[in-house]
């Protein structure tokens, strides 16, 4: 019935097959033999047989290729092939022929197994297969190796009954039997005496892999485009490392040739037959054990096949794993806050060696012969940064290097169709990245700002989606090289464009730290600026003009920072929210009420302008577009930093002080509570404690010790916040959502509080008892890691103790929680891949296979989405029956849902309009 | 039937579409029988609808399943019997 796919596309591999080359094959697939270890003739031209042999391909423009006829990028490169004088082994099968050395017939050659043996071995293989749809199962290999280990055993054949000899390895390539040295020669002759219907039981399938063909007695030669010779600028050529090595197999391999042919005593043939052995392994691997590896005239040891692919270094990890790009930068991040979120600071140093390929049109060719004049290194008249060009490229694709000395003349030779390579200058659009990459938003196109210094300037908005802070951090820049890359970036991957984060419809982008304490300060209460202090906030969002000054105090004039921070909201925006310091409490400017640009009432913190909570982000960049949305954010953190500046802001262990009353208040509250729970642990004892329903015991007095003892730490931090007043920088930073929590401040001041360790109260260590301060048996609250100190005052050593359990515990979970999440996420990224949601909304694979016939079921982008909704009913009933819709502040502070809907919330019920108004301020 | 899956609350409802409804069906979406999502003659909701239509249901016929979304309110999917 299942037809194949329609497309055609969508193929399976159902197993791979590893064979070995055959002698007659290696000979079938090359383009010439090689005879002689010369390279070049006196002309500089390729000799005939020879290692650079034309039919082998062509590294050098102009040329053509014997084989093919095509040039430099058409010809693939062909293979040739050495034949050897004598036979060699070959290392990378050391082990395989040694396994089969000793597991064969010194005699007859067969395998020393019976014939009823090794069909059982070949029936149990059979099944094993059966149960892996279509390939081999990893069961088989242990079933030939086992077969292989029986069959090492027998000391005597079972067919010809031949006594067996014992077969050792002398380092990497010397086979002994009982002491005798076993030539190439002879190894080979025993190795092609097996029968084919022997070599299955291990593992060996005889149609592609005859075990005789890991002794070469034929040398694959790589083409020349594997291993190119290069030209240096002294006009000598270099060659690689693999021609260097098939050098020496080609001279010894000539002479092992001739002392044979001539008869030369048995002794030298035999040193020269080794020394080709030697040439011929370390030029598979030059890291052989046992032997010395070959090496440079500067004592550099070559780098042959086997180095080309292993390690950090080698093709997998460093070529197609992952790889190095041109165009590139890497260096230290820091902090610019007068730069947009748009755009990254470029050192000079950086801006000089990336560059942009510019392609010279009649439009352009004038201008770009000036770049190409100014050189290098062009400076203004002041020594600042002005363009220069590094490259020129050729039509033809040979690229010249611009100096200074060279530059007028390169300028004369540009002309259309010429591509000139410009430094970066203002304005560029380049990726940005900090790894790891988890999301998109950790590659994101900003424009370049080149400017002195040595790092990367970030604007501290973006700090969020990169997760980026500046204690040595490290960022990657790419010059992007073509036209369409440019235009998809400024579209599609420009930061204003990921301000909303796909992940939960919210901002990602948006103020931090100071520049939440800064706006806070600019319009909390009645926070007012001269005109000296007007002038300098409105100058630093660019605006010209004094508004008129909303207060007066003394007969002076004042401007409210709620006028000057409304000068930078659009004009027509009304909204209500809850600002940060008014999650609880009543208390003035608590809620924020914007009517037609302007604030009525309410602080601007984290509530409206942070990451992740900035309503007035939120807004603004869903109904006033990206744009509208990255002029905010500039503005807030100009303003937010002139503010900052202006007022001056610090914060210090001083400001946890407290004075000695609320010391002694916490003292009794601590006291009390720690009575209360010896109480409790007196009852459990004494046997008076009552049970709570569903828990044991000690349950009982765990949860009711727990209870009373947080209970207290809340009441010292209750007490020591009281005395904390609302001018205190510290508590300014965590009301406002900046930095700290309340919490924190408490912890600071009043009491630490319980440490536990999976939740509980600690218990582990000594012999019923947590340390031996204790008596055994304490279950009083010191005794189980209550830490009745402040960080200020100071723990004492138990305490410390336990604090620092909690605190591994903590370590530990987050290490452990990141591994995995990026395995899971990277499993899911695997499978995820390749999806995409198609013109008809469908979301399919590369087969064009439905995966969901509507993405996300709903079809909703969720960047796109409020907070996970696909519509934001509170907003439009807002819009339409104005403000008093909805009851106040509470329902425009709806909480985000996200996708967690219930199964009530799929029936769709008509009720009347305020039932589902109040349901949802309830929310 | 020794349990009747098809009433379990986690298992969505399953039609089975006459030849004419599932040409309609691939029509709109423009797809191949081999396009869509499957689900293997010997499911239970198969042997249930099976049962219910009293014949065997063959390898290709389509199955409209109608589930409960999180997001959508009721979404619409549909799979294509193939060979156990
Ligand atoms: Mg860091
Ligand atoms: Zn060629
Ligand atoms: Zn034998």
Known sequence: MMPTPLHGVSKRIQALRFGLLSPDEIRRMSATKIITADTYDDDGFPIDMGLMDLHMGVIEPGLRCKTCGGRVDDCPGHFGHIDLAMPVIHVGYIKEIKTLLQSTCRACGRLLLSREEKQEYLDEMRKSDALAAGGES????????????????????????????????????????????????????????????????????????????????????PPVTVRPSITLESGDRSEDDLTHKLVDVLRINQRLRENRDAGAPQLIVEDLWELLQYHVTTYYDN???????????????????????????????????????NFSARTVISPDPLISINEVGIPYQAARELTVPVHVQAYNQEIVKEWVIRG????????????GVNYIIRPDGRRIRVTDKNAETVADAVELGYVVERQLVDGDIVLFNRQPSLHRMSIMAHQVRVMAGKTFRLNLAVCPPYNADFDGDEMNLHVLQSEEARAEAKILMKVQEHILSPRFGGPVIGAIHDHITGAFLMTYKDARFTRDETSYLLSMVGRAGLPKPDMKADGQSYWSGKLLFSTILPEDLTVTF?????????????????????????????????????????????????????????????????????????????????????????????????????GLVEAYKGGELEQMPGRSLEETLEVEAMKKLGRSRDDAGEIASRHLGVENSAVIMARSGARGSMLN????????????????????GYWKRTLPHFQPEDLGAEAKGFVRSSYKSGLNPTEYFFHSMGGREGLVDTAVRTSRSGYMQRRLINVLEDLKVMEDRTVRNTAKTIIQFRFGEDGVDPMRSIGGEAVDLDDILTGVLGPEALSGAQGAGHAVAGYGAQEKDMVVELEDDSAALSDDAED | MAFNVMEHDMVPEHHLLSEKEADGVLAELRVGREQLPKIKSGDPAIRFLEEVVGEP??????????RLSATAGVFVAYRVVVER
């Open chain 1, 745 to 764: 401040l408490s912890q600071m001041a009043g009491s630490i509080g319980q440490q536990a360790v999976r939740g509980e109260r600690i218990s582990r």
């Open chain 1, 287 to 325: 890291q052989t054990s046992g032997i010395p590896p070959a090496r440079h005239r500067s004592g550099r040891p070559l780098k042959t096949l086997v180095q080309r692919l292993k390690g950090k270094e080698g093709r997998f990890r460093s070529n197609l794993s992952g790889k190095r790009v």
């Open chain 2, 57 to 66: 249901i063959a390898e290709g016929r389509v199955i409209k399943v109608v």
């Open chain 1, 578 to 678: 809850r600002a940060s310091i008014g999650s609880r409490g009543d208390e003035e400017d608590a809620v924020v009420r914007i009517e037609k640009g302007k604030i009525r009432e309410g602080v601007m913190d984290e509530n409206a302008i942070g990451a992740f909570k900035g309503k007035l982000v939120d807004r603004i960049a869903r109904d006033y577009g990206t744009e509208r949305a990255r002029q905010f954010i500039d503005d807030a953190t100009r303003f937010a930093i002139a503010t900052i500046m202006l007022r001056g802001f610090t914060t210090g262990i001083d400001d946890e002080d407290i004075p000695q009353e609320a010391k002694d208040e916490i003292a009794e509250v601590l006291e009390r509570a720690m009575e209360e729970v010896a």
């Open chain 1, 138 to 221: 990893p069961r088989t290999m242990e079933i030939t190796k086992q077969a292989a280990r029986d069959a090492m055993k027998r000391q005597v054949c079972p067919h010809c009954k031949a006594d067996q000899m014992k077969i050792t390895l002398d380092k990497p390539t010397t086979f002994r039997e009982d002491g005798h040295k076993l030539t190439p020669k002879e190894v080979r002759e025993r190795l092609e005496r097996m029968p084919d219907e022997d070599l299955r039981p291990l593992g060996i399938n005889p149609d592609v892999a005859r075990p005789e063909w890991m002794i070469l007695t034929v040398l694959s030669v």
């Open chain 1, 376 to 387: 290098p290194k062009p400076t203004g008249e002041n020594g600042e940064y002005i363009p």
